[in-house]
């Protein structure tokens, strides 16, 4: 197939062009087209579409999601986890190890694989918990997670409070090359709070925390890793005082990198009061789909995420793709599970409330979803960098596309968006791995006709 007249957004070689894209079982090539190619184009062996208005870029990478299994199949699996991030226009992604039991010895990463191998669509990065049975206490046989296949090392839904072990976990992940990820939420400061401490939690009587559970150990953490020279990664940074020290420790030049959801970059706290904002309709008070950790804050962090992430002080977008059964949100807000499924709207949301607004542009969001993930893993042998060239990966996009969201269409089993009903504007048209279509061919049958 020949698409015509697209743009091709390539991070890794700084290539933005609009021009014709050849693409065949495993081969993307962006103008100008080789002999054959062209011969194929001119004899009419190969199809020509209208490519116009189009965008092809690599696949994204998300550095964390929860695909549920072993243990949890009723809320997903890696062959529908994975399906929902072909949608998504994922190609690659960092399967977080709080399944059941936790993925915390090398025959569970590699049963991760397997399954991986045998029902996934797109590429399944297994990350090994840091501590044994994720309790927090002893490190994990790290060198041996490693082995099997583990890309990082998180207790992600818990943090590691204990300071030695978390010190100990740094010093070995150290020798390892690969980052420990924190999930940052201070057990003590937390309590049981459900909501960001603000006038929204005080009003709906739901108990809050402050941004400050996540910067202290946010902050310990980054003493901690400059001990060990270690690399840490900060997962879900959600508060505008993380931001700060984030950027004091890579202006030292420490090795610390981090990840903001999407769900941060646009939703606020006042979500849970059903307000939605003014071009989406209002949803209701208390939707459990808002429950999250940690969780939708002000306007202010908002804001701060998104110049954090524009800026680079933040690498990546990731997903935190946390699906949950029916019975789990059909709860008191309290007692809700935490997690909203978001793989699928990712792209979408982050189009419409980052790109469409003009808070930044749609080559440094691609590069947020591609080199600025893959970057943090550059420690993993054959990741961490993209060929100077497309492919295999790529995603197709529809930038300007609008869409409403319905979970019921949703390939997830987590039904679990606060975003039902509200129209996004920004679609995934098709994702390619490894030179095959995993989501879209229908999409990419139905492009306008122009040769061949
Ligand atoms: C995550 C989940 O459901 O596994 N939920 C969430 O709200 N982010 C784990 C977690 O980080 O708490």
Same mark, same amino acid.
């Given at each position: 197939m020949l698409?015509?007249?697209?743009?091709?957004?390539?991070?890794a070689s700084g290539t933005d062009v609009v021009g014709d894209v050849y693409i065949e079982a495993g081969v993307f090539q962006a103008e100008p087209l080789t002999d054959d190619q062209n011969a194929r184009v001119d004899?009419?062996?190969?199809?020509?579409?209208?490519?116009?208005?189009?965008?092809?870029?690599?696949?994204?990478?998300?550095?964390?999601?929860?695909?549920?299994?072993?243990?949890?199949?009723?809320?997903?699996?890696?062959?529908?986890?994975?399906?929902?991030?072909a949608r998504g226009g994922f190609t690659t992604v960092c399967a977080m190890p709080n399944t059941n039991p936790p993925i915390d010895s090398p025959?569970?990463?590699?049963?991760?694989?397997?399954?991986?191998?045998?029902?996934?669509?797109?590429?399944?990065?297994?990350?090994?918990?840091?501590? #044994?049975? *994720?309790?927090? $206490?002893?490190? =994990?046989?790290?060198?041996?997670?490693?082995?099997?296949?583990a890309v990082a090392f998180s207790d992600d839904g818990s943090p590691v409070a204990n300071p030695q072990t978390m010190r100990n976990a740094l010093m070995i992940a150290r020798n390892l090359n690969l980052p420990i990820i924190q999930h940052c939420e201070d057990p003590a400061i937390l309590g049981d709070a459900v909501a960001h401490e603000g006038w929204v939690s005080q009003r709906l009587g739901l108990t809050g925390a402050p941004g400050a559970a996540e910067e202290s150990l #946010?902050? *310990?953490?980054? $003493?901690?890793? =400059?001990?060990?020279?270690?690399?840490?990664h900060l997962a879900h940074v959600s508060s505008a005082g993380t931001i700060d020290l984030i950027k004091r420790a890579k202006d030292r030049g420490r090795k610390v990198t981090a990840e903001v959801m999407p769900h941060h970059l646009a939703l606020t706290d006042e979500w849970l009061l059903g307000d939605r904002g003014s071009?989406?309709?209002?949803?209701?008070?208390?939707?459990?789909?808002?429950?999250?950790?940690?969780?939708?804050?002000?306007?202010?962090?908002?804001? #701060?995420m998104a110049i954090a992430l524009r800026d680079g002080v933040i690498d990546a977008v990731a997903t935190d793709h946390a699906p949950h059964a029916w019975e789990d949100?059909?709860?008191?807000?309290?007692?809700?599970?935490?997690g909203i499924s978001g793989i699928e709207t990712a792209f979408g949301?982050?189009?419409?409330?980052?790109?469409?607004?003009?808070?930044?542009d749609l080559p440094m969001l691609i590069t947020r979803m591609t080199i600025g993930p893959a970057s943090v893993l550059a420690g993993v042998p054959g990741l961490g960098t993209f060929s100077e060239k497309l492919g295999p990966d790529v995603v197709i996009l529809d930038p300007n596309q609008e869409w409403t969201v319905d979970p019921d269409e949703f390939a997830s089993k987590g039904k679990n968006t606060p975003l039902t009903g509200c129209t996004l504007r920004g679609a995934v048209v098709a994702t390619i791995v490894g030179g095959r279509v995993v989501h879209g061919e229908k999409a990419l049958d139905a492009l306008e006709r122009v040769g061949g």
């Open positions: 698409l015509r007249g697209a743009r091709v957004i390539d991070p004899q009419g062996r190969t199809k020509v579409v209208n490519g116009t208005g189009l965008v092809v870029s690599p696949g994204f990478v998300d550095l964390h999601c929860h695909l549920r299994e072993p243990g949890q199949e009723h809320k997903e699996t890696i062959a529908t986890g994975t399906e929902a991030a025959g569970l990463v590699e049963f991760v694989l397997k399954r991986a191998k045998e029902t996934g669509i797109v590429r399944v990065l297994p990350i090994g918990t840091i501590t #044994a049975g *994720r309790q927090g $206490e002893r490190v =994990a046989d790290l060198e041996e997670l490693a082995s099997a296949g #946010a902050a *310990r953490d980054i $003493e901690l890793a =400059a001990l060990t020279r270690a690399h840490l071009d989406w309709p209002t949803g209701s008070e208390y939707d459990t789909n808002l429950r999250v950790n940690p969780p939708v804050r002000s306007p202010e962090d908002v804001e #701060a949100k059909a709860v008191p807000f309290g007692e809700a599970a935490p949301l982050l189009m419409t409330r980052l790109v469409h607004t003009g808070v930044i």
